[in-house]
């Protein structure tokens, strides 16, 4: 198995990650039958190369993936091989420990320019107005 580059000079070593294999379901014949070819790779979040911060932050973003002994686990079933489903779950896990450990942009205060407002309020007193002469009540 190989690391996992988070970014930012995190890296995630291999012996961090556990790799375990079942029964594929689904079509496929003998091969689903008599081959483990399912992969599943879990990593502890509190054994992860990373501040605090950012464990708390994976914490809370894979809320859904983490079980309650703290550990991330991801499945691929999607190959009839097993070594191009390692590779995919490496990279899928690869991606979302990316994304989770990612600091959150900060979001810029904007307003709207006064000249903006003033052409919306225009275009709702021309509007009301259209509709007030059509409508059959005489004022």
Do not use: F, W
């Not at 014949?29 to 790779?41: P, S």
């Not at 605090?52 to 009839?80: P, Y």
């Not at 007193?125 to 059959?136: G, N, V």
């Amino acid at each position: 198995m190989r690391d996992l580059d988070l970014g930012d000079g995190i890296i995630v070593p291999a012996p961090l990650l556990r790799a375990s294999t079942s029964r594929s379901g689904g079509p496929g014949g003998q091969n689903v039958n008599k081959v483990e070819t399912r992969v599943t790779i879990e990593v502890d979040v509190d054994a992860l190369p990373v501040t605090e911060e950012q464990k708390q932050r994976v914490r809370d973003r894979l809320a859904g993936r983490i079980n309650r002994e703290g550990v991330l686990r991801v499945t691929s079933q999607a190959e009839r091989s097993q070594l191009a489903n390692r590779d995919r779950a490496l990279a899928r896990i690869e991606e979302i420990l990316r994304d989770a450990v990612e600091e959150p942009k900060l979001r810029k205060k904007t307003r709207t320019p006064k000249v903006q407002k003033r052409r919306r309020l225009e275009e709702k007193k021309r509007r009301a107005e259209t509709k007030r002469l059509r409508s059959s009540r005489i004022d």
